[in-house]
């Protein structure tokens, strides 16, 4: 990466080059930057419309506002519940590039790759609008449970309270397992058929070539996206919560991302809404260069 | 690995039938649900109700397209999604790449301090609130521009590209600008043709997450329907969809009933927009494959 590149009087500096770059800086400067000063609003009575200096001050009231809010306490529940269904699932897309390096090269394994991974394209709105078909009180799934006795049509998935933690991360799942699995298929595809000779040499079959071989080549990737998930769990992101939040399943689906939306946007309480944001911002960003650092450690170099 | 030449020996077959069953199950229930609805979408409405369109349309009709094509502003979203796109792919890719160009030259003045400045933004943002009070201050709320201009410099697609152009050979270059040609005519004429591989990479993420967005149609254009995306118009019949649902349950008396469900949009709608905003992806997905999985390799040693 240190190759010299540019042009052929080298040493000297073309300024030329940071003009160019200027207006792009600005972009990030305005879009990316500018909100993050936008933070101050966090120590001020924000009133829409009014300049920020006309704005009483006051400090780190809304902080403390937070330490109090029992709903701050839920949305971290939530969030924790789903941080942890989730570190539990990441084995699965490795289980799936395992299972699908065992099917032989052909249609089937092209066919299972091709849809396992489609629906990472597909939008949380479609989504919802493809859980409804198959889980509302109306939905394909929820007549055939009836049906079969499993539950009545009253009571549907999607206006579940207590179904909300393994069915939100079921959809997670179902969206993103396959794609996930994409890196593993390339660790395996990296691994030497040396390896396999010589471990089938010493009498292993297939399934201990799978553990003594294609599992450790998949560990590093693993480990490294284990910590960073662990690293990020905060970031949930806000439109899957908000499509499935219903007045039946907000208790339990109100994550933090969620409920700073529901404070700042819905409520316009600004400021309060800013000042969650911060927190998290701050402990998130905490987390993730902790578990770079770890990552770090393990695989030798950087992630980040 | 799979062309063993050993004996298969009984507990490797069953496996392998397990296996085989498995990995097929997962497939059709990824590919079902959408099935499904293309099933309804093309069943005629009565029919529908009666009889679910399990594995095939009943009573198939194209009703429900003829509708959707003189529903109000199914077209004014249809054109606005694609607008989006088009423009926001365009701009974004441009810019991402000709700043990754710019950050190859070292003979850039402050390159290490404004290449970190960008790479920043990837760890840390203002948050939604934060991000929402500057859009209305810069005066982007219920205008096009907030679909585009946020999005436009993403750090990780500038990356991805930078990583790209420092593994070509810089002689190619060289010649160039031996020739007298300037940097935007090298970057034209030389490199943006080599990145093709990277560059329809990141077409195709800038793309998809384009065409999937309606989060930004929510919090900031809401109140210009002028605006609204496909992705927003489902939306927004789900929603009603769901709360006129909540109505029904609570509802008292029988009118009460009747009148909300008459006023629930038809399911056959619903499920014909799902299909129509699906559909993009699916006919570019044979051609995004191609390139999605060189962009997480490129990404995984990307630095």
């Known amino acids: 990466m240190n190759r010299k590149r540019g042009f052929v009087k080298s040493g000297s500096k073309d300024y030329k080059l940071l003009w160019m770059a200027i207006p792009f800086i600005t972009i990030v400067f305005l879009f990316s930057y500018v909100p993050i000063f936008g933070w101050i609003y966090s120590f001020f009575d924000y009133v829409p419309g009014v300049s920020i200096f006309d704005c009483d001050f006051v400090g780190l009231e809304y902080f403390k506002l937070i330490l109090k809010d029992n709903n701050v306490l839920r949305a971290l529940k939530n969030t924790f519940v789903f941080a942890i269904i989730n570190i539990c699932l990441t084995p699965l897309p490795m289980l799936l590039a395992i299972l699908l390096n065992e099917l032989r090269n052909g249609p089937v394994k092209k066919f299972v790759q091709t849809f396992t991974t489609l629906p990472n394209f597909i939008s949380w709105v479609i989504i919802f609008s493809l859980a409804t078909a198959l889980f509302a009180s109306d939905g394909i799934i929820t007549m055939l449970a009836v049906k079969l006795g499993l539950g009545d049509a009253s009571n549907s998935l999607l206006g579940s309270n207590e179904a909300v933690y393994w069915f939100q991360s079921f959809l997670v799942q179902w969206k993103t397992l396959g794609w996930n699995s994409i890196i593993y298929m390339a660790a395996i595809a990296g691994i030497d058929q040396e390896q396999y000779e010589a471990a089938r040499v010493d009498g292993a079959g297939h399934f201990k070539c799978a553990i003594h071989v294609t599992l450790p080549a998949m560990m590093e990737t693993f480990v490294v996206l284990f910590i960073l998930n662990i690293g990020n769990f905060l970031n949930t992101g806000y439109e899957q919560y908000l499509l499935f939040k219903n007045s039946l399943t907000a208790p339990n689906i109100e994550v933090l991302d969620l409920y700073t939306y529901r404070i700042g946007l819905q409520n316009m309480d600004y400021s309060y809404g800013v000042a969650i944001s911060v927190v998290k911002s701050i402990v998130s960003i905490t987390l993730v260069l902790a578990a770079n650092m770890v990552a770090k450690k393990i695989r030798g170099k950087a992630v980040i | ?303």
């Open chain 2, 1 to 303: 690995m799979n062309k063993n030449k050993m004996k298969v020996s009984t507990s490797r077959k069953v496996f392998l039938v397990f296996d085989y069953c498995l990995m097929i199950l997962l497939a059709l229930i990824c590919i079902y649900p959408f099935w499904y609805v293309l099933c309804y979408s093309l069943s005629d409405t009565t029919a529908a109700s009666v009889n679910t369109p399990v594995f095939l349309p009943s009573g198939f009709t194209l009703s429900n397209y003829k509708e959707i094509l003189t529903l109000k502003g199914f077209f004014p979203a249809l054109l606005m999604s694609l607008l989006r796109t088009v423009v926001g792919t365009i701009t974004s890719v441009f810019c991402c790449s000709f700043l990754a160009y710019l950050f190859t030259k070292d003979k850039m003045p402050g390159r290490k301090i404004l290449y970190r400045f960008v790479v920043f933004t990837m760890y840390i943002s203002g948050g939604m609130i934060a991000t929402y009070i500057v859009m209305k201050s810069y005066g982007l709320l219920n205008s096009f521009w907030v679909y585009i201009l946020p999005s436009m410099i993403s750090a990780y697609n500038m990356i991805l590209i930078k990583t790209y152009i420092e593994q070509l050979p810089p002689e190619l270059e060289e010649s160039a600008s031996l020739d007298g040609a300037g940097y935007i005519t090298c970057f034209f004429k030389i490199i943006f043709p080599l990145c093709k591989p990277i560059i329809a990479t990141v077409v195709v993420f800038v793309a998809v997450g384009q065409w999937n967005s309606w989060f930004d149609n929510h919090i900031y254009t809401r109140a210009n329907e002028s605006l609204t995306t496909l992705q927003y118009l489902l939306y927004n019949y789900l929603n009603e969809a769901q709360r006129l649902a909540e109505q029904l349950k609570t509802a008292s008396s029988g009118a009460d009933m009747t009148k909300a469900m008459a006023s629930i949009s038809p399911k056959g709608i619903r499920m014909t927009i799902t299909v129509l905003a699906s559909l993009p992806i699916f006919a570019l997905y044979p051609f995004m494959q191609k390139y999605f999985s060189k962009g997480i390799m490129v990404g995984a040693v990307k630095g």
